[in-house]
């Protein structure tokens, strides 16, 4: 009897240690979700529990054949992302006139107000480059007839009739008007002055449109700034409002701000230039008409004195 107890319990404990092994070797798996009432069974058979793996293929050598795969897969080229990057399309670019049309209501009318001012600014410079190129060749033309003429009074005629809206031949023809007076006393001296007083009008001719130059070239500069202080202003309201630093957000204010300065410089900077080159050659045709009313008077004193 003893022997055939511990023959049972061993035979019992032999049972469950292969019960908890084989329990224990087998791999853990999910339960597979249930289909829905109606629908169709997976059609893949390895999805299906209770079934396995269909065998690898045995080749001729007797060893199993590699699956296939797919050509296409297998020759196309990794992607580069550096490439890939470049190859994507890029943002809305930033024109002048875009910036203009974003920007706000004073940008613009700063904007609007500096461009008017550039306008008229070249508009004028080639009007007065037009005058003193006009005014050079007449006044040479004059010289030449004054020179060559006999008497201060036939050189008055000839002015009166060829030459009369030249600056040099008003000169003349003032102190012909005057020695037509027929008083010799201080003649010289009121010859003088009649062709200071022609020069002072000719010279206030010559420096019109000076001031726009000079108005310009001095605050349109600033204006433009104040144009770039606003902008800024409001391109650090939007950021605080956005409550981002991105710079693709913050950077088409900041562009906008900046393009009223450099409207600003566009507008100052040829202003100063035209203004400098005017005021050269008004001095120079002032030091002009300065010698020729010398030129009178030594003629004055010399036939009439």
């Known amino acids: 009897m003893t022997i055939a107890r511990v023959a049972a319990a061993a035979g019992l404990m032999l049972g469950v240690t292969m019960m908890v092994a084989t329990a224990w070797a087998q791999p853990t798996t999910q339960p597979s979700p249930q289909p829905a009432p109606g629908a169709e069974a997976p059609a893949d058979p390895a999805a299906a529990p209770g079934t396995e793996p269909a065998p690898p293929e045995i080749g001729p050598d007797g060893l199993p054949v590699a699956p296939a795969t797919d050509p296409a897969a297998a020759t196309t080229p990794p992607v580069d992302p550096a490439a890939a990057a470049a190859e994507e399309p890029a943002g809305p670019s930033i024109t002048p006139i875009k910036m203009f049309l974003e920007a706000s209501i004073v940008v613009k009318v700063v904007m609007i107000l500096l461009m008017a001012w550039s306008v008229v600014t070249w508009a004028l410079m080639f009007s007065k480059l037009a005058f003193f190129s006009g005014l050079n060749g007449t006044t040479n033309r ?91 202003m409001n391109s650090f309201i939007g950021i605080a409002e956005k409550q981002t630093t991105n710079l693709a957000i913050v950077a088409p204010g900041i562009a906008e701000a900046l393009f009223a300065t450099g409207i600003g410089l566009f507008a100052a900077v040829p202003a100063v230039i035209f203004y400098n080159m005017f005021a050269r050659r008004i001095g120079s045709y002032q030091t002009r008409m300065d010698n020729f009313a010398s030129e009178v008077l030594v003629r004055v004193a010399r036939e009439h004195e």
């Open 142 to 232: 004059f010289l030449a007839a004054f020179r060559s003429a006999g008497s201060l009074t036939d050189a008055a005629k000839s002015a009166g009739k060829n030459f009369r809206t030249n600056a040099l031949a008003k000169m003349l023809i003032a102190a012909a008007d005057e020695i037509g007076t027929g008083k010799k006393a201080g003649l010289s001296t009121r010859v003088a002055q009649r062709m200071g007083i022609v020069q002072a009008e000719v010279g206030e001719e010559l420096s019109s449109g000076m001031g726009i130059f000079a108005t310009v070239g001095s605050i349109a500069a600033f204006v433009g700034l104040f144009g770039t202080v606003w902008g800024i």
